[in-house]
């Protein structure tokens, strides 16, 4: 099949990172050496990696982009987190790395080493967040949580079966912990300190850890799964992505490739608004790829999570959409 890929999208999440919060009672005495919520070196290392296999498909498979990078080719637009920022520079290094840079009159590389810097543009606080919403209307994420995510079955029964436990959890973690979503915080510590293998609260049991670390990424990967809430997260993330498509088609489209750096609510968020349930919360680094492929006069569209097909609902062959099957997607996120 003389297939040409002519236009690439990618979202990922950034990489490993601190805990959001330090425990209250100090049970913990590790430090993490950049700082709460910050990147860590491994996380670095993720979305470093993360861009070196970017360039194996898009530079040397696909041969989308050059080898060398090429002005208003791509794209880069990240939330205005440090963790989010740095992934993305560290994403872009390994999409163009060392000894691709620009060079002097003399033959010097301008940069030592030969490092290619690449704009990185940042949404402001104040500005519509088309990559995680919460940013810009924290209030409404808070409405539809309580409106919408907390109401639903799974969730209920959830909480039901963890409620002996919420008791212990608070004396243990200093914070008060009478529902589901008030594990969000010292979950997240847990999972940041599982991960890394540093030791956990002396009071948690092996079952304990087991329970809350499940609950955390239960919270994370079900609160946006309610549609008025997916319409919220990704309406603009998805009504912008449909239109850089549908400009890939007719030849007004200025880059070849964009590229977001964000979170795990992000794509989460985005699936469920295509109506492609995920089945897990998007680990470190994960990345969700759109691609416009051309074969003669016909346009489609593949999409991977990880390197795996995403399916749709749509009535086309199952990982290949035809273009205006995808385009009608966009129904997924737009009010009634």
């Known amino acids: ?195 890394h293998g540093l030791p956990m609260p002396k009071d948690l049991t092996s079952e304990d850890i087991g329970k809350i670390i499940d609950a955390y990424l239960y919270v994370c990967l079900t609160r946006t799964a309610p549609k008025t809430f997916t319409r919220f997260m990704a309406h603009g993330f998805v009504k912008k992505l449909c239109s850089d498509i549908l400009a890939a088609t007719n030849g007004t489209q200025k880059y070849k490739y964009m590229l977001y750096s964000g979170h795990d609510i992000s794509i989460v968020s985005i699936m469920y608004a295509l109506g492609a349930t995920p089945k897990f919360n998007p680990p470190y680094a994960s990345h969700l790829d759109f691609e416009l492929y051309k074969q003669e006069n016909n346009y489609y569209i593949k999409v991977f999570l990880n390197g795996d097909t995403v399916k749709f609902p749509i009535d086309d062959n199952q990982g290949s959409y035809k273009f205006e099957s995808f385009l009608n997607l966009y129904k997924y996120t737009r009010s009634n």
């Open 1 to 195: 099949m003389n297939e040409k890929l002519i236009f690439a999208v990618t979202l990922f999440r950034h990489g490993d990172r601190a805990p959001y919060s330090e425990l209250k009672k100090k049970q913990v005495s590790y430090q993490w050496p950049n700082g709460i919520a910050q990147l860590t070196p491994k996380g670095m290392r993720q979305t470093y990696l993360l861009g070196t296999e970017l360039r194996k498909r898009y530079i040397d498979k696909y041969h989308l982009l050059s080898a060398m990078y090429k002005k208003d080719t791509i794209y880069t637009l990240s939330t205005s987190y440090p963790r989010t920022i740095m992934s993305a520079q560290c994403c872009l290094t390994g999409l163009y790395p060392m000894g691709t840079g620009p060079k002097l009159a003399d033959g010097s590389f301008a940069v030592p080493d030969g490092y290619q810097p690449i704009p990185i543009y940042t949404i402001g606080k104040n500005k519509h967040n088309i990559i995680n919403p919460e940013n810009s209307d924290n209030n409404e994420y808070h409405r539809l949580l309580d409106t919408e995510s907390k109401i639903q079955p799974d969730w209920i029964q959830k909480d039901k079966e963890l409620a002996e436990d919420y008791k212990k959890w608070s004396e243990i973690f200093g914070v008060k912990i009478n529902n589901l979503y008030d594990i969000l915080l010292p979950g997240d510590t847990v999972f940041c300190l599982s991960e």
